[in-house]
């Protein structure tokens, strides 16, 4: 494809993003396809010869479209939101013209270097201490990972080795794997699978505790396992506290919990990874109290911060146990100005890296916090007009308190008449939501995922609810 192929196959995609965003609402939001669907729309090799750009144009609606699930779209209520925004569609673009691997600062100094300074405005944004920003001169800073399940492993490895290398120093006569037996870390058990994962991938024991009767894991509760498991002759030393569960959207007491791991000197990291953008609402902030006791702290801009996956905002206080404890340094990635700025490639994962601080830096730009924050509380008043609407039908209940984006609910009564229920709403096709299951209580979600929902879409919702709701009433009554 030559220079002017691409202007004209660019210009013609961005005509076609522009129609599909702007009509998305009018598509069936979950596709009517069947596993297997693609294969027989496609030939079964790779063309010899080059086509031309408009017979792929000709074949989007046909063959991708026709298999899409529409997350962008307004009827889309299920898991919780992916972002979107041309912002952060063109900067993926630059970011795709550049293509730099900024594994190390030298690998492309701008790469590194916005990163650096994003996560800055971002953490201040969201009213981080200084002690998690890069901006406060000493090691802290942070760092765009791929997801939150990334930050998660990322930050037990940091908590792991800090721990081996405490105890070391207190028991030089006990071995690695002696140590490392006898390691426990703390979620709430309604922490996301990704944290269950992370003490897998980790070769630790993860302990899922019961919060209390509001979902919260409070201080206490963790105090009495950490207890426990001391006199059992295990080494606490890792924590989770989530802040927005993806079940319910429920809050653990970081406060609390961020006093005993204090005390006892267990890393904490906070997965804030939908609720997290909320905070740049001053208001909001309330559910952060206690951040300060955090060791690291993660949320997806991805997710409800307008800019495109993947995003997945990190912070370190002392990223020394991720960088120095898995530091492999061949020569061919060393270089002159190592240890001037951050050589990203040790505080994650995999080596190679996009220029995704582009997408923030466009975002946060072209729409400024004013905006942003008019994104986050437009979203959160939508899903209290859905709970006003379901509470004045008298046949419904909350299952959780509504904070966020998110209505927890059911029709009162048993599980099989809510399965009932979800199985209707879903397979009328109008609209698309997930269950959730809690200590054996079936309920819905329905998340505000759109940035293109509007009060209208919301009544549109709630009718089909309510219509689904009058099939399953009129069925169990016959
Ligand atoms: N943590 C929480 C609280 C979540 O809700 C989710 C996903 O919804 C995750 C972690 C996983 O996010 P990711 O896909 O970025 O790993």
Redesign the pocket.
């Given at each position: 494809m030559d220079a002017a192929d691409f202007k004209d196959f660019s210009k013609a995609m961005s005509d076609y993003i522009v129609e599909y965003m702007t009509n998305i609402r009018d598509r069936q939001v979950v596709p009517s396809v069947k596993p297997g669907y693609l294969r027989p729309l496609v030939p079964e090799q790779a063309p010899e010869k080059p086509e031309p750009w408009t017979a792929v144009m000709a074949d989007i609606e046909r063959v991708v479209m026709s298999g899409v699930t529409h997350w962008q779209s307004p009827r889309f209520h299920a898991?919780?939101p992916t972002a979107h925004s041309y912002p952060s569609i063109v900067a993926d673009m630059l970011s795709d013209a550049i293509a730099c691997i900024g594994f190390t600062w030298i690998a492309s100094p701008a790469c590194t270097e916005l990163e650096v300074v994003m996560l800055d405005w971002l953490g201040q944004m969201i009213g981080l201490p200084e002690s998690f920003l890069a901006r406060s001169g000493g090691e802290a800073g942070g760092v765009i990972q791929g997801?939150?399940?990334?930050a998660?492993l990322v930050a037990l490895l940091g908590a792991k080795s800090r721990a081996m290398h405490r105890v070391k120093q207190e028991h030089p006569e006990w071995t690695d794997y002696e140590i490392l037996s006898k390691l426990v870390g703390y979620c709430n058990k309604q922490a996301?699978s990704?944290v269950e994962r992370a003490g897998l991938l980790g070769g630790v024991q993860l302990r899922a505790l019961k919060p209390d009767g509001k979902r919260k894991l409070r201080g206490e509760i963790l105090q009495e396992a950490i207890e426990e498991d001391i006199r059992k002759g295990m080494i606490p030393f890792f924590v989770v506290a989530?802040l927005?569960?993806?079940s319910s959207c429920a809050f653990d007491a970081l406060d609390e919990i961020g006093d005993v791991c204090n005390e006892k000197n267990i890393w904490l990291h906070v997965?804030a990874?939908?609720a997290g953008s909320s905070f740049i609402c001053p208001e909001y902030r309330y559910l952060m109290k206690g951040v300060e006791k955090a060791d690291s702290f993660n949320f997806?801009p991805?997710?409800w911060l307008l800019v495109n996956f993947d995003c997945?905002a990190m912070w370190l206080k002392e990223p020394r146990w991720i960088v120095d404890a898995f530091n492999v340094d061949p020569l061919y990635l060393k270089h002159d100005m190592q240890g001037m700025a951050p050589d990203y490639r040790h505080w994650q994962i995999p080596l190679g890296r996009r220029f995704r601080s582009l997408k923030l830096w466009f975002v946060l730009r072209l729409y400024g916090v004013e905006n942003l924050q008019k994104y986050i509380r437009k979203h959160i008043e939508l899903a209290h007009l859905f709970e006003k609407l379901c509470t004045s039908d008298e046949r419904f209940e909350l299952y959780e308190e509504v904070t966020m984006g998110l209505v927890c609910f059911r029709l009162k009564g048993n599980n099989e008449i809510n399965e009932e229920l979800l199985k209707r709403i879903n397979g009328r096709g109008k609209i698309h939501l997930v269950p959730s299951k809690i200590d054996d209580v079936y309920f819905l979600r329905l998340a505000i995922c759109s940035p293109f929902s509007e009060e209208s879409d919301i009544h549109i919702s709630w009718e089909e609810v309510k219509a689904a709701a009058d099939e399953v009433t009129k069925a169990t009554q016959k």
């Open positions: 898991y919780f997801t939150a399940s990334e998660t996301h990704s989530t927005g569960t993806t997965d990874a939908y997806n991805h997710k997945s």
